[in-house]
């Protein structure tokens, strides 16, 4: 050992013993708001998803909501991060009961997000194949909402029967698409991974601005089957950059690269987050959309920054440069660092792990609240980050 590491390395041990013991701690933290969360009682078939201001249980919804399936896969989580057979127990009782969605047509084009949250991680994790089963239906129903004329997936079908919309597709969608590549290599038809490429090849000729920022919907035109306008539902505006929206397509074309390993969509990954990164405030956290007028004064969305900081972990690991791999990691690093901290992590507010995520804007929605599916992605970030480390294989 020579001078420098003689004087340093106890302190370097330290450091490292301390920030290992941050970690722990705050992995302790998300264990403790979840087991209040269990305490809470949930009827069947509901599940929670948002806290009022002021309140400290959560708030209940159908399980036929598209946020559904994110409570059960951040049971997942906890039973993966800690390896405690609680909550391998409690992620499956809240998994299984999403089956019977399935019984349910015409489906929504969310139970991608349903399916992939709470089966997909039961399948890696605990690898029961009636769990496989259930995904394969579920692919199947997604793949009922694909319309070969506009090579996409219709988002909201009921918007078209009852307010007459055309063919449209949201951003959001490229999240689903998970479960049709999972679907078509696992005993489901290759039909699954054709539809599932060529949603993401129109999501990217539509929803693309010349400056890489996406619109939240597009139209399509009916006669030639083409994407037509842009426009928002979630957004501050249509030609506005909504944070959660543009953190979709990172996290989505992210997939579509690792699935496929077409370099296309590996690119248009790397444009959604560029574009995404040099706009992003010091603090590392989105405003819900990057164009409200009311910044600094807008609310913030962690979800948004959960799931961009889960994404680009996984981007870091597909890109060969090894500039832009450290760029991108360090980026979610920083991420993770900022909602970890007590502005974001304030358990003695509420049950939920995370504060201070914007659900529907416009609407008057879930706005600057705790949001489950931010839960569910700061888990999952964390683990992919390597700081709440994992215990079942
Ligand atoms: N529709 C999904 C979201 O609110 O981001």
Not at 234 to 258: E, L
Not at 368 to 388: H, K, L, N, Q, T
Request: aromatic residues 12%; positive net charge.
């Amino acid at each position: 050992m020579n001078r420098w590491t003689s004087a340093w390395l106890p302190a370097l041990l330290l450091a490292g013993g301390m920030r290992a013991q941050t970690n722990n701690a705050l992995l302790q933290t998300m264990v403790s708001q979840a087991k209040a969360t269990v305490a809470e009682a949930h009827p069947p078939y509901r599940t929670p998803f948002s806290v009022d201001h002021g309140k400290k249980e959560w708030l209940l919804d159908s399980f036929r909501n598209w946020r559904s399936g994110f409570w059960a896969g951040t049971q997942w989580y906890l039973f993966e991060a800690t390896g405690d057979a609680f909550w391998k127990q409690e992620a499956d009782k809240s998994t299984r009961i999403l089956a019977e969605l399935l019984n349910k047509s015409p489906h929504s084009h969310d139970v991608g997000f349903q399916f992939t949250c709470s089966f997909g991680n039961a399948l890696r994790l605990a690898k029961d194949p009636a769990y496989a089963k259930v995904m394969l239906r579920a692919a199947d129903s997604l793949a009922t909402l694909f319309d070969p004329k506009y090579q996409s997936i219709c988002s909201w079908p009921y918007r078209v029967k009852t307010l007459g919309w055309p063919h449209h597709v949201i951003v959001d969608n490229m999240m689903n698409l998970e479960l049709l590549f999972w679907a078509s290599k696992n005993g489901g038809s290759r039909r699954l991974y054709d539809i599932a490429v060529a949603h993401a090849r129109t999501t990217m000729k539509g929803h693309f601005r010349p400056d890489g920022s996406t619109a939240h919907v597009v139209w399509f035109d009916p006669a030639t089957g083409q994407p037509d306008s842009m426009l928002t539902h979630q957004g501050y505006a249509d030609g506005s950059m909504w944070a959660r929206g543009q953190a979709w397509a990172i996290y989505g074309f992210t997939v579509a690269a690792r699935e496929t390993g077409d370099p296309i969509f590996l690119q248009t990954a790397r444009r959604a987050a560029d574009t995404y990164l040099k706009r992003l405030p010091c603090d590392n956290i989105p405003y819900w959309d990057f164009d409200d007028p009311a910044i600094p004064s807008a609310p913030r969305d962690a979800s948004a920054a959960a799931v961009v900081a889960s994404g680009l972990l996984e981007l870091a690991t597909l890109v060969k440069e090894p500039a832009v791999k450290l760029r991108y990691r360090n980026a979610a690093l920083a991420m993770l660092d900022e909602l970890s901290s007590p502005r974001y992590v304030k358990p003695w507010m509420n049950h939920a792990m995370l504060q201070h995520s914007t659900g529907n804007k416009p609407q008057g929605k879930d706005i600057d609240v705790p949001i489950i599916y931010a839960d569910y992605y700061y888990m999952e970030a964390m683990i992919r980050s390597g700081r709440f480390a994992k215990k079942v294989k």
